[in-house]
């Protein structure tokens, strides 16, 4: 019997070897179709029967609520995980530090640039939604006023108090507790940072089962908005997303590409091209994720070593969101301009703060983006935290632009973090750009697994493999 199992083994068919697993495929790809179906049936019953639209609107604020159920659970999880990343991304050294250090200030610039476009063209002033703050305004009715009601107000009544309530705040502040007593125990938080993990998981699973209705909502949302407010309503949300296009274009070209110059200089038009079918496959799937494998393989064949790709990529993924950061910060302010509630200066630069800690939880899972926009909104103003229903309907439409802005972003800080540590062949980088080192395809035919899936949320950074393989 034995001699019969080698002899099978050794002459058995290729052909009938079995075949490996099929890979699950990501039908979230159909949401985008079905939203842009969902907008404009919206727009249609908004303009020709404007009161049926209105009557839709506790379609759009359903779906809001459903979001809001969910901004607790995703900013303890990605909080507590994310210092425990800059945790690990500090042991290996001056590579983990210079870029966790450049991705803090590219985000804070990202948010910052968001307020300055948004305080010059002031999306949705035209828009006077006052109906919508009505759910909100009782929301906030008792909300405690003054510096020190509003710092003791941070601090929940017991640990657990502040996913009951809901205030994103006091969640906040446990996450930040609990993040950094998990630091302090060393290996011995090892165990619960994995089982925070396997909950985000778990919360983020029940966050794409909430944006398959996301259609649905669009279609409240824009049906009312459009029922209230005339074409007034579009002309609104295409200013702000033209608006976003062009701040993102700017910040790539002008910010990343001038930094990109005077550190390593390099061409950015160069580099972009360079990556033009990843940005191909970006706008096709509406994620910088999908592209995640191919920019490990080519920032290693453009000349940058293992250990910086290794830990630079999947660090960037996580925490150098600046398409995300400039998102955030401009929808927050067309929401409560659209409203009839504008923020005023020092709200703006809390919101920033909030979001330059909160937007780290919004990288690779669909809607987390939206979830981040609330939990700002719910934080500062409770009240605008309805308008996150006007975004629903053009969300998707902008998510390009967050992911190609994500994407163009972790390419640049690849590069400069490899020129910082002299860890780049300058040569090899002028001969793959100028096109006579192509990259060979053939590398990517075994699939993802060549160069690692697509990190989770709180993935250890120091365990990327190619920083093992040298």
Avoid at 121 to 148: F, R, V, Y
Avoid at 401 to 429: C, M
Avoid at 445 to 470: C, F, L, N, T, Y
Wanted: hydrophobic fraction near 50%; charge should be neutral; glycine fraction near 12%.
């Amino acid at each position: 019997m034995a001699g019969t199992g080698s002899e099978a083994a050794a002459g058995a068919d290729p052909s009938s070897a079995p075949a490996p697993a099929p890979r699950r495929r990501d039908r979230t790809h159909y949401l985008y179709p079905a939203v842009v179906v969902a907008v404009v049936l919206g727009i249609t019953v908004g303009l020709i029967w404007p009161d049926v639209g209105k009557e839709l609107k506790p379609i759009g604020d359903g779906f809001v609520n459903l979001i809001k159920m969910l901004i607790s659970p995703i900013i303890f999880c990605t909080i507590v995980l994310g210092i425990g990343s800059v945790r690990k991304a500090a042991k290996v050294g001056a590579v983990g530090g210079l870029a966790l250090g450049y991705f803090m200030v590219m985000s804070t610039v990202a948010l910052g640039i968001g307020l300055l476009v948004g305080n010059l063209i002031h999306p949705g002033t035209d828009l006077d939604l006052n109906a919508h703050k009505d759910a909100g305004a009782k929301q906030a009715a008792g909300a405690s006023e003054g510096l020190g009601d509003f710092l003791l107000g941070i601090i929940p009544k017991t640990l657990v108090s502040a996913f009951t309530e809901g205030s994103v705040l006091q969640t906040l502040f446990v996450a930040l507790l609990v993040g950094f007593a998990l630091q302090a125990l060393g290996r011995a938080g090892e165990p619960v940072l994995r089982g925070i993990g396997h909950i985000q998981r778990l919360v983020f699973r029940i966050l794409a089962m909430v944006m398959w209705a996301a259609p649905v909502g669009a279609f409240g949302a824009i049906s009312a908005v459009v029922g209230a407010t005339g074409i007034d309503a579009l002309k609104a949300l295409g200013i702000i997303m033209v608006a976003f296009y062009i701040t993102c274009a700017l910040f790539v070209v002008v910010v990343l590409g001038t930094i990109l110059r005077l550190v390593a200089g390099v061409n950015l038009f160069k580099l972009l091209k360079y990556l033009a079918r990843e940005f191909l496959l970006i706008v096709s799937s509406s994620s910088s994720e999908t592209a995640l494998p191919r920019l490990i393989a080519k920032m290693e064949h453009l000349g940058v070593s293992k250990p910086v790709v290794g830990i630079t990529v999947p660090t960037g993924y996580s925490f150098n969101l600046d398409g995300t950061a400039i998102y955030l910060t401009m929808a927050s302010l067309f929401i409560a301009n659209a409203m009839g509630d504008p923020l005023n200066i020092g709200e703006q630069i809390a919101l920033l703060g909030f979001m330059i800690i909160a937007s780290k939880g919004a990288a690779g899972v669909t809607g987390a983006g939206l979830a981040t926009l609330a939990g700002g909104l719910q934080s500062h103003r409770p009240e605008l935290v309805d308008g996150v229903g006007l975004i629903v309907g053009i969300d998707r439409f902008m998510s390009e632009a967050r992911a190609l802005t994500n994407f163009a972003g972790n390419a640049v800080a690849t590069v400069l973090v490899g020129t910082w540590t002299k860890e780049i062949d300058k040569e090899r980088v002028e001969l793959v750009l100028s096109g006579k080192l192509p990259f060979d395809e053939r590398m990517l035919e075994e699939g993802d697994e060549a160069h690692g899936s697509v990190p989770e949320q709180g993935r250890e950074v120091g365990d990327a493999k190619p920083v093992e393989a040298r």
